[in-house]
């Protein structure tokens, strides 16, 4: 009897032995490859970004277009490892509400407002919602007076992004009106009273313009339907007209462009994409560079750094550019020192 199961159980601690070295050796394999797969799938790692955009027009366009390119630039490539959910409310504030509230309920890695208006939504929204996720806003006149944010060195929370203006701007393109156009009396503006960042810069504008004893007349719309109807209603009234960041006026302003040239007027806009459309001038920036900037916070936010620590920022290399076709269907006769307040001629001298 004893001979008999001397084998078998000799076997049997042979197999358990060999069994419990391959478990050992499995496991190692199993953990080794559980480590490799998780490298490749932080390197593999997809985002999503949700736009959401008020309107679609050349300044607002080139915003999302300088964001997509930093982005790119940062190895975040749309169709590779980064989707992009972009939304336009197309001017309507009832679709930039139901876009906001869309976003907030997706959870992606990281939401944009473009325009102070589906900035101002998706905040609103994100903070309805309890998502604590990261806000990002561009193409916004005064975060402050939007209640984005309520410092723009340290805003804290989950909201921060760039301003597209510079108070200087304005100013700057007030005194040049002035300084250049002496028979200027009366400027007129049209104006949509619903956006903050219009209200905003058309008070810059007038403060500006009274120190020369020119005075502000502003024509209200509430939709861009009416802008043309309210550019006709200051013609014979006003010596000049000039628009703000107005996202509801900007969508218009061609019928503005055409109301200027067929009476003469000259007409001055706050961004340059209005200048290459047919405005004279403005004192600006490139919104693609912009967009580039809020891109790259974006960038960084995606690799991990808190938006609540990045400051707000805004245009610093402000230049005054000039259309010098405008010039002559407004009938303006362009000086020399007109010319000479152009610090980049061969890039903001557009002929």
Not at 44 to 49: E, G, R
Not at 242 to 264: M, R, W
Not at 324 to 338: F, H, N, P, Q, R
Request: glycine share 8%.
């Amino acid at each position: 009897m004893k001979k008999k199961w001397l084998v078998p159980l000799a076997l049997v601690l042979l197999l358990v032995t060999a069994a419990c070295g391959n478990s050992g050796k499995n496991n190692e394999n199993s953990s080794s490859g559980n480590a490799a797969d998780a490298g490749n799938s932080d390197a593999k790692k997809s985002y999503k970004i949700s736009i959401s955009q008020i309107v679609e027009h050349p300044s607002l366009d080139a915003t999302k277009e300088g964001f997509l390119a930093a982005l790119k630039d940062a190895g975040f490539v749309e169709g590779e490892n980064l989707t992009v959910d972009f939304n336009t409310a197309q001017g309507d504030q009832t679709n930039n509400l139901s876009i906001a509230q869309k976003i907030a309920g997706a959870k992606a890695d990281l939401a944009l407002g473009i325009a102070t208006p589906s900035a101002q939504a998706l905040v609103q929204a994100y903070s309805n919602a309890g998502n604590k996720g990261p806000v990002l806003f561009a193409a916004v006149t005064d975060p402050l007076s939007a209640d984005l944010v309520s410092d723009l060195d340290a805003p804290g929370g989950n909201v921060t992004g760039a301003s597209d203006t510079n108070p200087d701007a304005a100013v700057q393109l007030m005194d040049f009106i002035a300084a250049n156009f002496p028979n200027v009396k009366k400027v007129g503006l049209v104006i949509n009273k619903g956006e903050s960042n219009a209200v905003v810069m058309a008070a810059t504008a007038k403060e500006a313009l009274a120190k020369h004893n020119i005075e502000l007349i502003e024509a209200p719309v509430t939709n861009t339907s009416e802008v043309k109807q309210a550019g006709e209603s200051l013609i014979g009234k006003v010596d000049a007209m000039y628009i703000t960041l107005d996202n509801v006026v900007v969508s218009g302003v061609d019928a503005l462009l055409q109301l200027a040239k067929q009476n003469h007027i000259p007409f001055f806009s706050s961004d340059r994409d209005t200048v290459e459309k047919g405005a004279f001038a403005t004192v600006g920036f490139k919104y693609y560079d912009h967009g580039y900037q809020v891109g790259q916070m974006a960038a960084e936010i995606l690799k991990g750094k808190n938006p609540g620590e990045m400051k707000v920022t805004k245009p610093d290399k402000l230049d005054l550019i000039l259309n010098l076709k405008a010039a002559a269907d407004e009938g303006i006769t362009v000086t020399d020192a007109m010319k000479a307040g152009v610090k980049d001629p061969d890039n903001n001298i557009i002929q």
